[in-house]
């Protein structure tokens, strides 16, 4: 969901081809350039520097050329009113903001519109970006037993999106910086910093802090929080010094994914000899095939999945596995569900008809989802209503209120619409959303109706 900024071109060669020969003629709008993303993402300049533009892709063909609106929170958006500071790049329908502000979050929609008909782009959701300091950012000095694990917090500052938080090691005055790359310390996904076990190696030179950190990747910023100084004391009796592996971060006993997302689960154990413990992890009981997906990350501390599959739910659990005999091995289990926005398999292809000869036409949507989405076709913008019918078998048929196509030339079966005895009136744009609780695939496309004499 997050600042996907690629762009979906919809460009079809036969249409493109069809638009160029019965140039003069009818061709309803449809999209050839919109958003993939839901999300949009901007910055306000801070007080002396430039404003970065963005823009909201409109981009639609059709003949004749389509005319573009475009909707705020659900009402007309009047451009007019913002004078220079947004605007529309004729000949088509994107929007740009030039001097992007505060007031220009919102929910987004376009439109295209020709006497044939209308396309409908997807609503854009457009929010700011913002990395606010920490709360805390003083210098503490923290106090530990060596051999004995230990937790160092930090309060990750408000930002949108949400800053990765991780640890550093700053050396104060010249402000250099060096990462924690190190098998006995591991920042879990809150930002706290685990050691497995704290050891003389530990203290750093006089100067130099753990520092916690926050960055945003989409405003290219980072800001620094707590500063620690780290002084390791001895425990009187040396054997107190070894303990058995205990956990100290493990992930949620049950998770919920999103397929084509990260997921990542941790098992941060402590107080053990990092040296003679291992991680297994293991998929409903059987340990873990890595490939370029699937890897362990942190040491073996979590795992690492890429472009979660629907096929990766299961059990997972992680093993620690002690070669001493005396300490027990551990394991915690952590259940993954992943959950599917709606996508497509294949999506209906515009048809151009032939007067007085086409009879039937048919378009096919498929698509996934976890939950099964609900498909919803339209037709120029409105939905084309379902009703069961009664007199009708298992067919869904459109009730006549939304929709100038009467029900009985047109039938939705399951994902499959279909226009009988084809009339000039059925010329448009229409569209195919799928929607589950998790979000929508929508995609247009168009029904033309030309004389035959257009392919002689
Ligand atoms: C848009 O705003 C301008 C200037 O405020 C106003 O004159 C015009 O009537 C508005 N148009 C619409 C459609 O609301
Ligand atoms: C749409 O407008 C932008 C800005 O004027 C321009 O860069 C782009 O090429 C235009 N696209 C088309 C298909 O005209
Ligand atoms: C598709 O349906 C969803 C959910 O009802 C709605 O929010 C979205 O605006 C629809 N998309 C289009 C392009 O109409
Ligand atoms: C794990 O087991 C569950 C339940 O039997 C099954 O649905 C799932 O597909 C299995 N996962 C893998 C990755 O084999
Ligand atoms: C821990 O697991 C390993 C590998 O499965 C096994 O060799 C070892 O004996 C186990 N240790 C204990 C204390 O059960
Ligand atoms: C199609 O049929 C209608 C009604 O019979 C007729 O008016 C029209 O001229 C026909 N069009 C073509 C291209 O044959
Ligand atoms: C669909 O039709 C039913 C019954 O005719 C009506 O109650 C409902 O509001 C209609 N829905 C839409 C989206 O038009």
């Given at each position: 969901?997050?600042?996907?900024?690629?762009?979906?071109?919809?460009?079809?060669?036969?249409?493109?081809?069809?638009?160029?020969?019965?140039?003069?003629?009818?061709?309803?709008?449809?999209?050839?350039?919109?958003?993939?993303?839901?999300?949009?993402?901007?910055?306000?300049?801070s007080?002396?520097?430039?404003?970065?533009?963005?823009?909201?892709?409109?981009?639609?063909?059709?003949?004749?050329?389509?005319?573009?609106?475009?909707?705020?929170?659900?009402?007309?958006?009047?451009l007019?009113?913002?004078?220079?500071?947004?605007?529309?790049?004729?000949?088509?329908?994107?929007?740009?903001f030039?001097?992007?502000?505060?007031?220009?979050?919102?929910?987004?929609?376009?439109?295209?519109?020709?006497?044939?008909?209308?396309?409908?782009?997807?609503?854009?959701i457009?929010?700011?970006?913002?990395?606010?300091?920490?709360?805390?950012?003083?210098?503490?000095?923290?106090?530990?037993?060596?051999?004995?694990?230990?937790?160092?917090?930090?309060?990750?500052?408000?930002?949108?999106?949400?800053?990765?938080?991780?640890?550093?090691?700053?050396?104060?005055?010249?402000?250099e910086?060096?990462?924690?790359d190190?098998?006995?310390?591991?920042?879990?996904?809150?930002?706290?910093?685990?050691?497995?076990?704290?050891?003389?190696?530990?203290?750093?030179?006089?100067?130099?802090?753990?520092?916690?950190?926050?960055?945003?990747?989409?405003?290219?910023?980072?800001?620094?929080?707590?500063?620690?100084?780290?002084?390791?004391?001895?425990?009187?009796?040396?054997?107190?010094?070894?303990?058995?592996?205990?956990?100290?971060?493990?992930?949620?006993?049950?998770?919920?994914?999103?397929?084509?997302?990260?997921?990542?689960?941790?098992?941060?154990?402590?107080?053990?000899?990092?040296?003679?413990?291992?991680?297994?992890?293991?998929?409903?009981?059987?340990?873990?095939?890595?490939?370029?997906?699937?890897?362990?990350?942190?040491?073996?501390?979590?795992?690492?999945?890429?472009?979660?599959?629907?096929?990766?739910?299961?059990?997972?659990?992680?093993?620690?596995?002690?070669?001493?005999?005396?300490?027990?091995?551990?394991?915690?289990?952590?259940?993954?569900d992943?959950?599917?926005?709606?996508?497509?398999?294949?999506?209906?292809?515009?048809?151009?008809?032939?007067?007085?000869q086409?009879?039937?036409?048919?378009?096919?949507?498929?698509?996934?989802?976890l939950?099964?989405?609900?498909?919803?076709?339209?037709?120029?913008?409105?939905?084309?209503?379902?009703?069961?019918?009664?007199?009708?078998?298992?067919?869904?048929v459109?009730?006549?209120?939304?929709?100038?196509?009467?029900?009985?030339?047109?039938?939705?079966?399951?994902?499959?619409?279909?226009?009988?005895?084809?009339?000039?009136s059925?010329?448009?744009?229409?569209?195919?959303?799928?929607?589950?609780?998790?979000?929508?695939?929508?995609?247009?496309?168009?029904?033309?109706?030309?004389?035959?004499?257009?392919?002689?």
């Amino acid at each position: 969901m997050l600042c996907k900024s690629n762009i979906r071109l919809q460009l079809n060669l036969f249409t493109l081809l069809l638009a160029l020969i019965h140039n003069g003629s009818t061709l309803p709008p449809f999209i050839i350039k919109q958003h993939d993303g839901r999300e949009i993402l901007y910055k306000v300049a801070s007080k002396g520097n430039h404003p970065k533009p963005f823009s909201l892709l409109c981009e639609a063909a059709g003949d004749p050329m389509p005319r573009y609106r475009w909707t705020k929170n659900g009402e007309h958006f009047n451009l007019t009113e913002y004078g220079n500071r947004i605007i529309m790049n004729s000949p088509n329908g994107t929007l740009t903001f030039l001097v992007p502000k505060d007031e220009d979050e919102g929910i987004y929609q376009c439109f295209a519109k020709n006497k044939h008909g209308f396309a409908t782009f997807s609503p854009l959701i457009v929010r700011k970006s913002y990395l606010e300091g920490f709360k805390d950012d003083s210098i503490q000095v923290v106090e530990a037993v060596a051999g004995r694990p230990l937790k160092l917090e930090c309060k990750a500052p408000n930002a949108y999106p949400p800053a990765s938080v991780y640890w550093m090691i700053q050396t104060r005055g010249s402000g250099e910086i060096q990462s924690i790359d190190d098998a006995r310390k591991t920042v879990d996904p809150d930002g706290n910093l685990w050691f497995i076990s704290v050891s003389d190696d530990d203290v750093l030179k006089s100067g130099e802090y753990y520092t916690c950190a926050a960055s945003s990747r989409f405003r290219n910023e980072y800001k620094l929080g707590i500063r620690v100084q780290l002084k390791v004391i001895h425990a009187n009796n040396e054997k107190e010094e070894k303990i058995t592996p205990i956990v100290q971060y493990v992930s949620a006993p049950s998770i919920v994914s999103l397929r084509g997302q990260r997921t990542e689960l941790f098992c941060i154990y402590g107080g053990s000899d990092p040296l003679h413990t291992r991680v297994i992890w293991k998929i409903n009981g059987t340990t873990i095939n890595y490939d370029k997906r699937i890897k362990e990350r942190n040491f073996g501390k979590s795992l690492l999945i890429r472009d979660t599959r629907i096929l990766d739910r299961g059990l997972y659990s992680c093993e620690i596995i002690s070669d001493s005999k005396e300490t027990a091995n551990q394991s915690s289990l952590i259940n993954v569900d992943v959950l599917a926005e709606p996508y497509f398999i294949s999506y209906p292809q515009s048809i151009v008809a032939i007067e007085n000869q086409t009879k039937v036409v048919e378009f096919t949507c498929e698509v996934r989802g976890l939950p099964e989405p609900t498909i919803i076709w339209t037709y120029n913008g409105r939905v084309l209503n379902i009703t069961t019918s009664n007199d009708n078998d298992n067919e869904l048929v459109t009730s006549t209120q939304s929709s100038e196509i009467s029900r009985e030339r047109l039938s939705i079966v399951k994902n499959k619409l279909t226009i009988k005895d084809l009339m000039k009136s059925d010329i448009g744009n229409y569209g195919c959303n799928a929607t589950n609780n998790l979000g929508f695939a929508y995609r247009d496309f168009y029904l033309d109706i030309v004389k035959p004499q257009t392919f002689s």
